[in-house]
């Protein structure tokens, strides 16, 4: 067993791949991506978390957004909204691009996952970018505004309705792609991104073949935290806990996780959960510098374990 495999979604989960990527030897990460948040937009399949993380890793992430691509222009939207069309999920014209050659694929039966791994190539990419399935999942909220879907949610709605339930719409019956399982045989440690646990990394875990993997791993299995003095760094992290009647601490996080993970890189200063290994340091990544020092922080726990 020679890879490592990050389980990701999200701004904060692509900042952490992309320190793992900057520290593990080439072709030895794979990255097992959301999918709940994907969704069918003007006749196009768009896929957030896969596209954030493929923008990222190539250089061409939005700094200034946080999101798309860098250097975009809005000549699509603007001539969608003279046209009465609906403008509430921006799509930049370069960002297009992926959208529409993804849909075009799927339409002639290709996989999702074929499809990214043709993006990755394409940006000399030298990881494995693997959608949680190739299947659809599909989150769903319950909310004081009814049921919404995610991207309702997140974008439109801006985070701002009160979440009582969420749900992963087909993931019970979704299987794990054979690169996903392949992947996880393979993995000397496993790695959960700092994404949000409900939004990003739930949708991931409720693949059965995923938690099983991580329920039955001989590997160590670590987790950062995604709280900064009990508060998200971006999102609605810590909103959705209190909504949910959670305490927004590590050991929430680390309860919420139990059985699954061995250990928990958490923010220095922050409440240290029992029953499992920890490593504290700093885990805000403003820069790549931060990246690489957090997600170095996670293999060394990683390999503290597996030792």
Same mark, same amino acid.
């Given at each position: 067993?020679?890879?490592? !495999?990050?389980?990701?979604?999200? !701004?904060?989960?692509?900042?952490?791949?992309?320190?793992?990527?900057?520290?593990?030897?080439?072709?030895?990460?794979?990255?097992?991506?959301?999918?709940?948040?994907?969704? !069918?937009?003007?006749?196009?399949?768009?896929?957030?978390?896969?596209?954030?993380?493929?923008?990222?890793?190539?250089?061409? *992430?939005? /700094?200034?957004?946080?999101?798309?691509?860098?250097?975009?222009?809005?000549?699509?939207?603007?001539? &969608?909204? @003279?046209?009465?069309?609906?403008?509430?999920?921006?799509?930049?014209?370069?960002?297009?691009?992926?959208?529409?050659?993804?849909?075009?694929?799927?339409?002639?039966?290709?996989? &999702?996952?074929?499809?990214?791994?043709?993006?990755?190539?394409?940006?000399?990419?030298?990881?494995?970018?693997?959608?949680?399935?190739?299947?659809?999942?599909?989150?769903?909220?319950?909310?004081?505004?009814?049921?919404?879907?995610?991207?309702?949610?997140?974008?439109?709605?801006?985070?701002?309705?009160?979440?009582?339930? $969420?749900?992963?719409?087909?993931?019970?019956?979704?299987?794990?792609?054979?690169?996903?399982?392949?992947?996880?045989?393979?993995?000397? *440690?496993?790695?959960?991104?700092?994404?949000?646990?409900?939004?990003?990394?739930?949708?991931?875990?409720?693949?059965?073949?995923?938690?099983?993997?991580?329920?039955?791993?001989?590997?160590?299995?670590?987790? $950062?935290?995604?709280?900064?003095?009990?508060?998200?760094?971006? @999102?609605?992290?810590?909103?959705?806990?209190?909504?949910?009647?959670?305490?927004?601490?590590?050991?929430?996080?680390?309860?919420?996780?139990?059985?699954? $993970?061995?250990?928990?890189? $958490?923010?220095?200063?922050?409440? /240290?959960?029992?029953?499992?290994?920890?490593?504290?340091?700093?885990?805000?990544?403003?820069?790549?510098?931060?990246?690489?020092?957090?997600?170095?922080?996670?293999?060394?726990?990683?390999? /503290?374990?597996?030792?």
């Amino acid at each position: 067993m020679t890879g490592v !495999v990050v389980l990701t979604g999200g !701004v904060g989960g692509a900042k952490l791949v992309d320190g793992l990527y900057r520290t593990l030897p080439a072709g030895t990460l794979s990255a097992i991506v959301n999918t709940g948040d994907d969704f !069918v937009h003007l006749g196009l399949t768009v896929s957030p978390d896969i596209d954030s993380l493929l923008y990222l890793l190539s250089g061409q *992430a939005n /700094r200034t957004l946080g999101w798309g691509r860098e250097g975009e222009s809005w000549n699509f939207m603007d001539a &969608l909204r @003279g046209l009465g069309g609906p403008g509430w999920f921006n799509l930049g014209d370069g960002d297009l691009a992926l959208h529409v050659m993804r849909s075009e694929a799927l339409r002639s039966g290709q996989t &999702l996952t074929a499809i990214t791994a043709q993006f990755a190539a394409a940006w000399s990419l030298d990881l494995a970018v693997l959608p949680m399935s190739d299947a659809t999942v599909a989150t769903w909220l319950d909310t004081d505004q009814g049921a919404l879907s995610f991207q309702d949610y997140f974008v439109a709605c801006q985070c701002r309705p009160i979440v009582h339930a $969420i749900h992963y719409v087909g993931a019970n019956l979704a299987e794990a792609s054979t690169d996903v399982v392949g992947a996880l045989a393979d993995a000397r *440690a496993i790695v959960i991104a700092p994404s949000n646990p409900w939004l990003s990394i739930d949708p991931i875990l409720a693949v059965p073949a995923i938690r099983k993997a991580l329920h039955d791993r001989t590997v160590p299995v670590v987790a $950062i935290s995604p709280l900064v003095q009990g508060k998200a760094v971006k @999102g609605p992290t810590a909103k959705l806990m209190a909504e949910l009647g959670i305490a927004a601490t590590n050991a929430s996080i680390a309860a919420h996780y139990a059985g699954l $993970i061995d250990g928990m890189v $958490i923010h220095d200063g922050d409440d /240290r959960p029992t029953g499992l290994a920890v490593a504290v340091i700093d885990t805000l990544m403003h820069d790549e510098g931060d990246r690489s020092r957090v997600a170095k922080a996670a293999l060394d726990l990683a390999t /503290r374990l597996g030792s």
